[in-house]
Structures are given as structure tokens and as C-alpha cells.
């Protein structure tokens, strides 16, 4: 009894922290934030007392879902990725006011499909921003292996050597995707590339200054492969090698001034006298516009077709002329197939007349009369001759 009691205390205590669970972070503007949301963190929250009494230890599969409170999206400046559920997500971003943003995360657990939600209470306070601020391109990395802090306290290592200064603060951290870049292969080898900027209270080393140079600039015009300067060549990881044509200084100590508001007047335009409507505009001359757009399409139109009729008309044979050019065989021919035709179409309406008479061996399809076969062996007599056919006359006999 006294087991029931504590597991039933241990799951009101869990029901009661889910409910309550929230987190505070405070961050300065113009500095990069963080957030990592763990797996195992929300795990305990699906399977505590399984983990607990159990022994079992599971490793679901989660997706995270966040929004800022009672609105759809995320604050402009706050960005999420997780790229795969056996992954733990990021939410990352600079804040660039002052203020409080209450983020819902929502942890839903592929197996069970269950649900838990962190509320994420972010306060960004007023901080003047770092005057002296470099961009680096690190084209063998993608954002979610740059977010955790081992890997950025590893670029800051190598920044702070190339820059010769301490007191560095990494500024942001944006993808290459989100500025344009295409979509890498799914091959191994090829990276999407991460933008990081850094900030400091220093100026600037030699090393960095040496991106401004002239030389520098026309070698990455010309497209060479440009290499770290003479003496700047701190980079302890390869995955962490910046490309140096694609670096950026920014100096904020030289803003441009802000251009002074316009003045407001007293909104009442002053006396001009009396409206002087325009003149009518001059007479113009419509028929050149008439005769191209209406008469030459006309004429190109009258020449297409009379080319049209001679072409069907003024170039025919005719049936006489063409019959006389033909082989009277051939001829014959011909109107034994269309007579045939003729006769097989009209026994189409009657499926009780006899069959046709151009089925019978040596029948005359006009008369009607059996005739008996021709002695002759001369290839140029057709099979079926006709006694009394016009076209008889014209055939060549033996």
C-alpha cells in the first residue's frame, strides 16, 4: 500500500512539473543565444516511472514544435532546426531589442505520439554592441554542428589566435541556405557552409586587415584558390578552415550619420491663383497608323489566298486527263475494287441476301454471267474478264 502511495505522489509530482515546466534565459542584445532542447530531457518526461521501476531505458524518435505564446511564429530574430527525430533540436538567433519573448515548445514522441510542452522565457537586455565585427564562411560545416557550444568555443579559439585579442563574443551564426545558397547533395562531402561573426572591443589584426588589401581583392576576382596570409594560418580543425574571400570587415564606430526627419508643415498648400487647365493636345494624322495596321494586312491577306486557289484549283489534272495518263489495267482495276465495295455496303443492311457475286470464280459483277476461263498465259490479262465490259476493248488479247 505504501508503494501505491508513492508511485501515485511520484506521478502527480511529474504531472504538476510538466504542467509548470518552464525555463528563463536572460541574453544581451547583439549576442548570439543558444538553446539546445535535448531528447533525454523530454524522454523522462514520457517514461519516468518506466525508467524508473522498470529498468527499461528508451530512445524515441521526437519532433519540436515551437511558437512564440498565443502567435503562430517564432520572433524575427529567433530561428529553429532540427534535422532529423533522432536528433536534438536549436533554437538560435541575435535579438536586436530589448524585451521578453515567451516561447512554447512542444515535444511530441513518434512511438507513443504523446505530447509535453516547455515554456521558454527569453529577456533581452539593453548591451552596447561590439564596435568591431568580422564575418567568416565555414564551407565544410552546417548549422546544426555549429550550435553546440564545444564546437563554438573551438571557432572562438581559432579567432581569438587570428585575432590577436581575448575578449571575443560570437555575434551570429546564419546558414548558407538562409542567404541565398542552393541545397547541397545528399553526398557525403558536400556541406551546406555556415556563416559565423564575431565581435570585439579591439581593432582589428593584420591578419584580418589583409582581406581589404588590393591583391587580396583581385586574386578572388579572378576566381584563384586565395590562401591564408603569411603568419594567419589558425585553423585546428579542417572543418573549421574559413574561405577568405568571403570575409567581412565591419567597423561600426564609422556609421554613416542618420539623415535629419523631413520638416512637417501646416498641411495647407499655399495660394497658386487660379487653375489653368492644359490645352487640348494637336491634331494628328491617323491614316499612315491606318494604312499599316488595317490595309497591308489586307493585301498580304487577298495575295495569300488568290496563291491559295491557283495552287488548288489552276493546278488540277482532272479526272479525264488523269484517267487517260493511267494503265487501262490498272483502271480496270480500280472499278472492279470500287464496284466491289459498292455492293459489299448495300448487303451491309441485309444479313440474309446470298453472297456477293464477286465471290464466284469468273462472274461478270455487271451482267451476271458465268464466262469460262481465258486459254491464254499472257500476264498482262486480268483474272476476272468481263464479256461484255466497256473496258474489255481496251485490254490487249492474244
Known amino acids: 500500500?505504501?508503494?501505491?502511495?508513492?508511485?501515485?505522489?511520484?506521478?502527480?509530482?511529474?504531472?504538476?512539473?510538466?504542467a509548470n515546466a518552464e525555463s528563463k534565459v536572460t541574453i544581451p542584445v547583439g549576442r548570439f543565444f543558444t538553446y539546445e532542447l535535448l531528447r533525454e530531457t523530454f524522454q523522462n518526461d514520457?517514461?519516468?516511472?518506466?525508467?524508473?521501476?522498470?529498468?527499461?531505458?528508451?530512445?524515441?524518435?521526437?519532433?519540436?514544435?515551437?511558437?512564440?505564446?498565443?502567435?503562430?511564429?517564432?520572433?524575427?530574430?529567433?530561428?529553429?532546426?532540427?534535422?532529423?527525430?533522432?536528433?536534438?533540436?536549436?533554437?538560435?538567433?541575435?535579438?536586436?531589442?530589448?524585451?521578453?519573448?515567451v516561447i512554447e515548445i512542444y515535444a511530441i514522441n513518434k512511438r507513443s505520439y504523446e505530447a509535453t510542452r516547455l515554456i521558454l522565457v527569453i529577456k533581452?537586455?539593453?548591451?552596447?554592441?561590439?564596435?568591431?565585427?568580422?564575418?567568416?564562411?565555414?564551407?565544410?560545416?552546417?548549422?546544426?554542428?555549429?550550435?553546440?557550444?564545444?564546437?563554438?568555443?573551438?571557432?572562438?579559439?581559432?579567432?581569438?589566435?587570428?585575432?590577436?585579442?581575448?575578449?571575443?563574443?560570437?555575434?551570429?551564426v546564419t546558414s548558407a541556405l538562409d542567404r541565398g545558397g542552393r541545397v547541397p547533395l545528399p553526398l557525403p562531402g558536400h556541406f551546406e557552409g555556415v556563416y559565423v561573426k564575431v565581435g570585439s572591443e579591439q581593432y582589428f589584426s593584420h591578419c584580418l586587415l589583409s582581406v581589404k588589401t588590393t591583391e587580396h581583392q583581385k586574386q578572388c576576382r579572378e576566381g584563384d584558390t586565395v590562401k591564408a596570409p603569411k603568419g594567419c594560418e589558425f585553423c585546428s580543425i579542417p572543418a573549421n578552415c574559413i574561405t577568405w574571400c568571403q570575409t567581412q570587415l565591419f567597423d561600426l564606430t564609422k556609421r554613416k550619420p542618420v539623415p535629419p526627419?523631413?520638416?512637417?508643415?501646416?498641411?495647407?498648400?499655399?495660394?497658386?491663383?487660379?487653375?489653368?487647365?492644359?490645352?487640348?493636345?494637336?491634331?494628328r494624322d491617323f491614316f499612315p497608323d491606318y494604312i499599316v495596321t488595317v490595309i497591308v494586312p489586307l493585301v498580304l491577306a487577298i495575295v495569300l489566298c488568290l496563291l491559295l486557289a491557283y495552287i488548288m484549283f489552276g493546278r488540277?489534272?482532272?479526272?479525264?486527263?488523269?484517267?487517260?495518263?493511267?494503265?487501262q489495267i490498272q483502271l480496270y482495276h480500280h472499278h472492279t475494287i470500287h464496284g466491289n465495295a459498292d455492293e459489299l455496303r448495300n448487303m451491309a443492311g441485309d444479313r440474309g441476301a446470298p453472297p456477293p457475286l464477286s465471290t464466284r470464280?469468273?462472274?461478270?459483277?455487271?451482267?451476271?454471267?458465268?464466262?469460262?476461263?481465258?486459254?491464254?498465259?499472257?500476264?498482262?490479262?486480268?483474272l476476272i474478264m468481263a464479256q461484255h465490259d466497256p473496258y474489255c476493248d481496251t485490254l490487249p488479247r492474244k
Not at 501646416?266 to 494637336?282: R, V
Open 124 to 172: 533581452a537586455t539593453a548591451e552596447k554592441m561590439l564596435p568591431f565585427q568580422a564575418e567568416f564562411f565555414l564551407k565544410l560545416r552546417e548549422i546544426e554542428k555549429v550550435l553546440p557550444s564545444s564546437v563554438q568555443d573551438e571557432i572562438k579559439q581559432d579567432v581569438q589566435n587570428m585575432w590577436d585579442a581575448e575578449a571575443l563574443e560570437i555575434v551570429n
Open 46 to 101: 514520457f517514461e519516468p516511472l518506466s525508467k524508473l521501476y522498470s529498468g527499461y531505458l528508451y530512445d524515441d524518435p521526437m519532433i519540436f514544435k515551437c511558437n512564440r505564446q498565443n502567435y503562430p511564429d517564432l520572433p524575427e530574430w529567433l530561428r529553429f532546426t532540427q534535422r532529423h527525430p533522432y536528433d536534438n533540436g536549436f533554437l538560435y538567433g541575435t535579438p536586436t531589442s530589448p524585451g521578453k519573448s
Open 361 to 382: 470464280s469468273m462472274f461478270n459483277s455487271r451482267t451476271g454471267d458465268r464466262a469460262s476461263p481465258l486459254q491464254s498465259d499472257s500476264p498482262s490479262i486480268p
Open 1 to 18: 500500500m505504501k508503494d501505491i502511495l508513492n508511485i501515485i505522489t511520484e506521478v502527480c509530482a511529474v504531472t504538476l512539473c510538466e
Open 261 to 283: 526627419p523631413p520638416t512637417v508643415g501646416s498641411g495647407i498648400l499655399e495660394d497658386g491663383g487660379d487653375f489653368s487647365p492644359p490645352e487640348s493636345p494637336p491634331s
Open 316 to 327: 488540277r489534272e482532272g479526272v479525264a486527263k488523269r484517267n487517260a495518263r493511267t494503265n
